[in-house]
């Protein structure tokens, strides 16, 4: 395999609506769409990543933990991150019409999720305990063993959301998503995949790895690292709905500032 060829690639400056994540994914995705980079290809180390965008390095980990999501990278320890075969691609979500309305509400509820969350792992960072971690990881290990039982995993993802709110030291935020239960996820209410269970196990799969980025986060005590990694995990979710949605053709959507993405 021949070497990549260096990328010229341009600094970006704060925007609007997207964000500098989401702009080094685009740029990035385009590069493959276009063969820039190809299968195969490792893509440069994080460093020379943010020296070329002119970005931090919780941006750079934010645009690679999106591009592994959608299944366009992967890591090898210790050798870095590598494109995958464009056929590799995330799931698609299937919403029915008269889902629409439900799916319109928990927009909104997502972006309030958002809000709350993000800031209760930085919290949950800085202020966890040994308890409280190997409970973290009880939880996220019976989502994993839960996958193929949608109806458990539910639960145990809900678990996950409020374990890590616990974990913040502040009742306020556990009381809070409480009351949004048991509308805290949007899949508890709205059935995107119908009779695709091949699309839904690789749905949880792709949660798994969200939760045990946050977990990890959590457990090294980097605040940073958890608030960006549980806003990159709930954008995925809204953004998730909102194209499931926008293959209905709605119409008024809720937000449209571009959180993350604009999951």
């Known amino acids: 395999m021949s070497d990549p060829q260096p990328l010229v690639l341009p600094r970006l400056r704060e925007p609007r609506r997207v964000s500098l994540a989401e702009q080094v994914v685009r740029d990035l995705a385009a590069r493959m769409a276009q063969g820039e980079l190809r299968p195969?290809?490792?893509?440069?180390?994080?460093?020379?990543?943010?020296?070329?965008?002119?970005?931090?390095?919780?941006?750079?980990?934010?645009?690679?933990?999106?591009?592994?999501?959608?299944?366009?990278?992967?890591?090898q320890q210790g050798r870095g991150a590598f494109v995958l075969d464009p056929a590799a691609q995330a799931p698609t979500y299937h919403l029915h019409p008269s889902e629409a309305g439900d799916a319109e509400d928990v927009l909104k509820l997502m972006e309030i999720r958002i809000a709350l969350e993000s800031e209760a792992a930085s919290l949950a960072a800085r202020r966890r305990d040994a308890a409280g971690l190997a409970e973290l990881q009880r939880i996220a290990d019976a989502f994993g063993d839960s996958v193929a039982d949608p109806a458990r995993s539910t639960v145990h993802d809900q678990a996950f959301?409020?374990?890590?709110?616990?974990?913040?030291?502040?009742?306020?935020?556990?009381?809070?998503?409480g009351g949004l239960s048991p509308r805290l996820l949007p899949r508890a209410r709205i059935d995107l995949?119908?009779?695709?269970?091949?699309?839904?196990?690789?749905?949880?799969?792709?949660?798994?790895?969200?939760?045990?980025?946050?977990?990890e986060a959590i457990r090294r005590a980097d605040a940073e690292a958890a608030r960006a990694a549980m806003r990159l995990h709930l954008s995925n979710s809204r953004e998730r709905l909102r194209a499931a949605l926008d293959?209905?053709?709605?119409?008024?959507?809720?937000?449209?500032?571009?959180?993350l993405y604009d999951n």
């Open 161 to 177: 959301h409020l374990c890590v709110s616990e974990l913040s030291g502040n009742g306020y935020f556990g009381a809070m998503l």
């Open 193 to 215: 995949f119908k009779d695709d269970e091949v699309a839904r196990l690789a749905y949880l799969q792709t949660l798994q790895v969200e939760h045990a980025n946050i977990l």
């Open 247 to 259: 293959r209905l053709g709605g119409q008024g959507l809720a937000g449209g500032e571009g959180d």
């Open 40 to 75: 195969g290809d490792q893509l440069p180390t994080e460093r020379a990543l943010m020296q070329r965008y002119g970005v931090s390095r919780t941006v750079v980990r934010e645009a690679m933990s999106s591009l592994r999501a959608a299944g366009r990278l992967a890591t």
